[in-house]
């Protein structure tokens, strides 16, 4: 059984720029939920997807955007970056029913 | 809106104590808490959940206490073993979307 991995590891942009990263789910998982997490804090809730569409959204801008593809793998979509974007964005995969989700290791973003 | 309080933002224990990680709640509508570590680079790994129907759940060294008259949980790791040292973050998971929300995290130190 393969775990949720995520690329890139490290990112850095430049403000205004755009960024995608990606997210392959855990095996028999059909829910990603993406997470952004800065430094000292909580991870907090991007959105998630299930059956390739947007099932929640947590309080974050529309250039915060995402897809969800056939095989459950998920791309967030960031656009017009700020440096307040600066931080680690986690990706969780889970199955419909079960409350625990699984984290992949993460993204960090750093916007100069 | 759900908040997720934990107080503490660190706990040093002697290994072979018991460690008592405490997290607070603003909400009674939740289904679940969970409760996940973190490593330093890694994403969060998840340890325990208990569901709103219960007030105890037990894994091994782990066991979770809820009270919910007083909104409060607890993680209880005995004994405390030096690789149990990492970030625990308290989350509680609500509605359909299985939004997580985070506190901030305690910092465990299990000493020699």
């Known amino acids: 059984e393969t775990g949720v991995t995520q690329s890139p590891t490290h990112l850095i942009k430049t403000r205004g720029q755009q960024v995608t990263l990606r997210c392959s789910s855990q095996s028999g998982h059909n829910t990603v939920s993406w997470y952004q997490q800065a430094l000292g804090q909580g991870p907090q809730f991007i959105f998630q997807?299930?059956?390739?569409?947007?099932?929640g959204r947590g309080n974050f801008p529309p250039r915060f955007s995402g897809l969800q593809f056939p095989n459950y793998s998920s791309e967030l979509n960031v656009n017009a970056l700020e440096l307040d974007d600066s931080a680690l964005y986690l990706c969780?995969?889970?199955?419909?029913?079960?409350?625990?989700?699984?984290f992949g290791q993460g993204t960090r973003l750093t916007v100069v | 809106d759900q908040q997720v309080k934990q107080n503490s933002p660190s706990l040093s224990v002697q290994e072979g104590r018991i460690s008592i990680l405490n997290c607070d709640y603003t909400n009674s509508m939740f289904d679940y808490f969970l409760w996940y570590k973190k490593y330093p680079a890694e994403g969060p790994t998840f340890l325990i959940s208990i569901s709103s129907i219960k007030d105890k759940n037990e894994d091994g060294r782990f066991t979770v206490f809820l009270n919910k008259s007083a909104k409060h949980l607890s993680l209880h790791i005995v004994p405390s073993q030096p690789g149990d040292s990492a970030v625990y973050f308290c989350s509680s998971l609500t509605g359909t979307a299985s939004k997580l929300t985070f506190g901030t995290g305690t910092r465990l130190q299990v000493t020699l």
């Open positions: 969780a995969s889970s199955s419909q029913g079960r409350p625990e989700a699984f």
């Open positions: 997807y299930y059956r390739e569409e947007e099932n």
